[in-house]
C-alpha cells in the first residue's frame, strides 16, 4: 500500500509538472522593461557594455543587480508560478530575502484596477527560488484575464527566469512603451534598500502610481555625481531627470556644488526635461544623536549648487527638499536606509514633485 501511494504521488506530481507550460522571457525575445538602452532589453542588466571602463568599477557591478527592472505579460490563468537563480547572496542583516532576491507580482485587471498578487507561503529560496502564485481569481472578464507586471530583485543578479502557467491558459509578453522614461540616478535608497519585497521600492511605487516607465540607476554607495555617470545619463531620452544623490556625498560635500553644476550642464546638452534636484532625506536617529543631523551640510552645498544654476539662467530646473519628504522616527531600518513606511514617503513625495512638474 505504501509503495502504491508513493507511486500515485510521483505520478500527480509528474502530470502536474507536465501541465504547465514554461516560458523563459530573454529565451522568447521578450523585453525587459525599466532600462534606459535598447540594447538591453533582452538581458537582466541595466547599464550598457559601454559603460564598462566609464563607470567605477562599484557601479558596473551594481548594474548587474535588476533593480528596477520587471516582466510585463498578461494571462489569464489561475496559477502562474515563477522559478529562477541569482547571482549571489539571498539577503542582508538588514534587508529580507523577498526584498534582496525576491519578485514580486501585481496585476491590473479590465477595468484598470491594481491588484496585489500574493504568493503562496513559504516561498522557496532554495537553489532555485520558486514563487508559486495559485487559486488566481478574475473578478472582472475571467477569458480576457490580467495584465501582471513581475518585478525582478532589488539587490541581485537573474541568471535565468522561467515562467509558468498551465498549458490551456493564454499567456503573452507584452512589448516596453515608447514613452519617455522619468530617469532616476541616486544611491542605495533609490537602488531599493530596505524594501522588504521589490513592489515596494520607492521608485517601483511612483512608477505604478504615475503610470510613467522608471529608469531606476540607483548604485548603493555609489551614487557619486561623477562626470561619466551624467555623461551616460545624457543618452537616455527622458521625460524627466531626478538626482537623488546626497546620501552618498557625505565624504564628498566639497565637490557637490562642481559637479552638480556640470551634470546638469552637460544634460542640458542634449535634452530639455525637467531636472529634480533631491535633498539627503536625513537621519531619523539624530534626536538623539547629535553626529546623525551630519547630512545638513551636503543639503546646504546642494542648495548653493542649485541657486547658482538658477543665477545662470538654467530653466526647468527644479528642487525637493529633506522636509517635502517627512521621514518621521519609524521609517528607517537602521538610521540610514528606509523600510517600507520610509519608502512610502518617499514616493509620495517623489509623485507629488512628478504630477506638478510633468502635468
Given at each position: 500500500?505504501?509503495?502504491?501511494?508513493?507511486?500515485?504521488?510521483?505520478?500527480?506530481?509528474?502530470?502536474?509538472?507536465?501541465q504547465i507550460k514554461w516560458h523563459n522571457p530573454i529565451g522568447s525575445g521578450a523585453e525587459v522593461h525599466g532600462q534606459g538602452w535598447a540594447e538591453l532589453r533582452h538581458s537582466y542588466l541595466r547599464l550598457p557594455a559601454h559603460a564598462e571602463g566609464k563607470a567605477s568599477d562599484a557601479v558596473w557591478s551594481l548594474s548587474k543587480?535588476?533593480?528596477?527592472?520587471?516582466?510585463?505579460?498578461?494571462?489569464?490563468?489561475?496559477?502562474?508560478?515563477?522559478?529562477?537563480?541569482?547571482?549571489?547572496?539571498?539577503?542582508?542583516?538588514?534587508?529580507?530575502?523577498?526584498?534582496?532576491?525576491?519578485?514580486?507580482?501585481?496585476?491590473?485587471?479590465?477595468?484598470?484596477?491594481?491588484?496585489?498578487?500574493?504568493?503562496?507561503?513559504?516561498?522557496?529560496?532554495?537553489?532555485?527560488?520558486?514563487?508559486?502564485?495559485?487559486?488566481?481569481?478574475?473578478?472582472?472578464?475571467?477569458?480576457?484575464?490580467?495584465?501582471?507586471?513581475?518585478?525582478?530583485?532589488?539587490?541581485?543578479?537573474?541568471?535565468?527566469?522561467?515562467?509558468?502557467?498551465?498549458?490551456?491558459?493564454?499567456?503573452?509578453?507584452?512589448?516596453?512603451?515608447?514613452?519617455?522614461?522619468?530617469?532616476?540616478?541616486?544611491?542605495?535608497?533609490?537602488?531599493?534598500?530596505?524594501?522588504?519585497?521589490?513592489?515596494?521600492?520607492?521608485?517601483?511605487?511612483?512608477?505604478?502610481?504615475?503610470?510613467?516607465?522608471?529608469?531606476?540607476?540607483?548604485?548603493?554607495?555609489?551614487?557619486?555625481?561623477?562626470?561619466?555617470?551624467?555623461?551616460?545619463?545624457?543618452?537616455?531620452?527622458?521625460?524627466?531627470?531626478?538626482?537623488?544623490?546626497?546620501?552618498?556625498?557625505?565624504?564628498?560635500?566639497?565637490?557637490?556644488?562642481?559637479?552638480?553644476?556640470?551634470?546638469?550642464?552637460?544634460?542640458?546638452?542634449?535634452?530639455?526635461?525637467?531636472?529634480?534636484?533631491?535633498?539627503?532625506?536625513?537621519?531619523?536617529?539624530?534626536?538623539?544623536?547629535?553626529?546623525?543631523?551630519?547630512?545638513?551640510a551636503v543639503n546646504e552645498q546642494l542648495r548653493k549648487a542649485y541657486g547658482q544654476l538658477q543665477a545662470e539662467g538654467v530653466a526647468n530646473l527644479h528642487y525637493m527638499s529633506s522636509e517635502e519628504i517627512g521621514l518621521d522616527q519609524e521609517s528607517q531600518v537602521e538610521s540610514v536606509h528606509p523600510n517600507d513606511h520610509g519608502?512610502?514617503?518617499?514616493?509620495?513625495?517623489?509623485?507629488?514633485?512628478?504630477?506638478?512638474?510633468?502635468?
Amino acid at each position: 500500500m505504501k509503495k502504491l501511494l508513493l507511486l500515485l504521488t510521483v505520478f500527480a506530481s509528474t502530470v502536474s509538472y507536465a501541465q504547465i507550460k514554461w516560458h523563459n522571457p530573454i529565451g522568447s525575445g521578450a523585453e525587459v522593461h525599466g532600462q534606459g538602452w535598447a540594447e538591453l532589453r533582452h538581458s537582466y542588466l541595466r547599464l550598457p557594455a559601454h559603460a564598462e571602463g566609464k563607470a567605477s568599477d562599484a557601479v558596473w557591478s551594481l548594474s548587474k543587480h535588476s533593480a528596477g527592472l520587471s516582466l510585463v505579460f498578461r494571462s489569464n490563468a489561475r496559477e502562474i508560478i515563477v522559478r529562477y537563480q541569482v547571482t549571489g547572496s539571498y539577503n542582508m542583516f538588514h534587508m529580507p530575502s523577498t526584498g534582496v532576491s525576491g519578485v514580486d507580482m501585481y496585476a491590473t485587471d479590465a477595468d484598470g484596477r491594481e491588484r496585489w498578487c500574493a504568493p503562496h507561503f513559504p516561498v522557496s529560496f532554495a537553489d532555485t527560488i520558486r514563487y508559486h502564485y495559485d487559486n488566481i481569481t478574475y473578478f472582472t472578464n475571467p477569458e480576457q484575464g490580467y495584465e501582471y507586471h513581475l518585478y525582478l530583485p532589488l539587490y541581485n543578479g537573474v541568471k535565468w527566469m522561467e515562467i509558468g502557467v498551465p498549458t490551456d491558459a493564454r499567456f503573452q509578453f507584452l512589448p516596453v512603451t515608447d514613452e519617455k522614461p522619468i530617469v532616476v540616478y541616486g544611491t542605495s535608497i533609490a537602488h531599493g534598500a530596505c524594501a522588504s519585497r521589490p513592489g515596494l521600492a520607492w521608485t517601483n511605487i511612483v512608477e505604478r502610481r504615475t503610470s510613467r516607465p522608471i529608469v531606476n540607476l540607483g548604485f548603493s554607495g555609489s551614487g557619486k555625481l561623477e562626470p561619466e555617470m551624467f555623461d551616460l545619463l545624457s543618452e537616455i531620452g527622458a521625460s524627466m531627470y531626478v538626482i537623488d544623490c546626497m546620501a552618498n556625498m557625505d565624504n564628498l560635500s566639497n565637490l557637490i556644488v562642481e559637479r552638480i553644476t556640470h551634470g546638469v550642464h552637460r544634460l542640458r546638452q542634449s535634452s530639455q526635461a525637467p531636472i529634480l534636484l533631491v535633498e539627503h532625506a536625513g537621519y531619523t536617529g539624530e534626536s538623539t544623536n547629535e553626529h546623525r543631523s551630519s547630512y545638513r551640510a551636503v543639503n546646504e552645498q546642494l542648495r548653493k549648487a542649485y541657486g547658482q544654476l538658477q543665477a545662470e539662467g538654467v530653466a526647468n530646473l527644479h528642487y525637493m527638499s529633506s522636509e517635502e519628504i517627512g521621514l518621521d522616527q519609524e521609517s528607517q531600518v537602521e538610521s540610514v536606509h528606509p523600510n517600507d513606511h520610509g519608502m512610502r514617503l518617499h514616493a509620495d513625495a517623489h509623485v507629488k514633485q512628478i504630477v506638478k512638474i510633468l502635468h
